[in-house]
């Protein structure tokens, strides 16, 4: 059962662009997390977010959750080669017991 | 500690077999997860585990499937008479269980099973 829905699933830019990544979904989440995974490696913990509204800055990444702790989104600015990868949001449920990943989204950032 | 460690990191096995993935998390994490992920999808949830007891299971992990975690510190993952729909990333991620607002997984580099 995928909770999180991603958009867009695949995303393609040059250099230098910016990009906005979204997660969305009905449930409400205790906590939300951002994770870039690389081919054939493990997803590597960006962010996490814990109070609605919340907005958190990591260099060019700028990650927001959403007031009702529904949604996120993830804006990367000035987007370079080292941030191509499958981004994927997980939410914590209210009994902390789970995490439901996102469908992810792809980015390759071309040079 | 230098984070969570899986072992192998790949298996190639026939239709039939059985395969036994290892999970070695962080060491002062109470929490172990299992997770299935197949290409250009996000992981699916199969089951964690607080300390040695497996506290829940998805409808995914069919009979088929076996996790332990006997002592509380490392698991293992057994898939028995593996088919081909089995292929996939097999990863697994530990947590301190902490306040359930803050806690965070931290992910191995996961094991890549290809049935044949």
């Known amino acids: 059962t995928q909770l999180l829905e991603q958009s867009p699933q695949f995303l393609s830019i040059q250099e230098g662009e910016n990009l906005t990544v979204y997660c969305n979904s009905s449930?409400?989440?205790?906590?939300l997390q951002w994770y870039r995974q690389e081919p054939g490696e493990g997803p590597v913990l960006l962010v996490t977010?814990?109070?609605?509204?919340e907005v958190k800055k990591l260099k060019r990444l700028t990650f927001q959750f959403g007031d009702a702790r529904k949604d996120s989104s993830l804006h990367i600015t000035a987007a370079q080669p080292g941030d191509t990868g499958l981004y994927l949001c997980a939410g914590a449920t209210n009994t902390g017991n789970q995490f439901y990943f996102g469908t992810g989204t792809s980015l390759t950032v071309i040079p | 500690d230098t984070g969570v460690s899986q072992n192998p990191r790949h298996k190639i096995t026939k239709r039939g077999q059985n395969v036994t993935f290892r999970c070695d998390p962080i060491?002062?994490?109470?929490?172990l997860y299992w997770y299935r992920q197949t290409l250009g999808q996000g992981p699916e949830f199969l089951t964690y585990f607080q300390n040695e007891a497996q506290l829940e299971k998805s409808r995914l992990l069919s009979d088929r499937f076996s996790a332990e975690r006997p002592k509380g510190s490392f698991s293992t993952l057994e898939i028995q008479r593996t088919e081909q729909g089995d292929s996939a990333m097999y990863l697994c991620?530990?947590?301190?269980?902490?306040?359930?607002?803050?806690?965070?997984?931290?992910f191995g580099p996961g094991t890549r099973l290809t049935v044949l």
């Open positions: 991620a530990s947590s301190l269980g902490a306040l359930e607002s803050t806690d965070t997984q931290y």
């Open positions: 449930s409400v989440f205790s906590s």
């Open positions: 977010v814990v109070t609605g509204g």
């Open positions: 060491s002062e994490h109470n929490r």
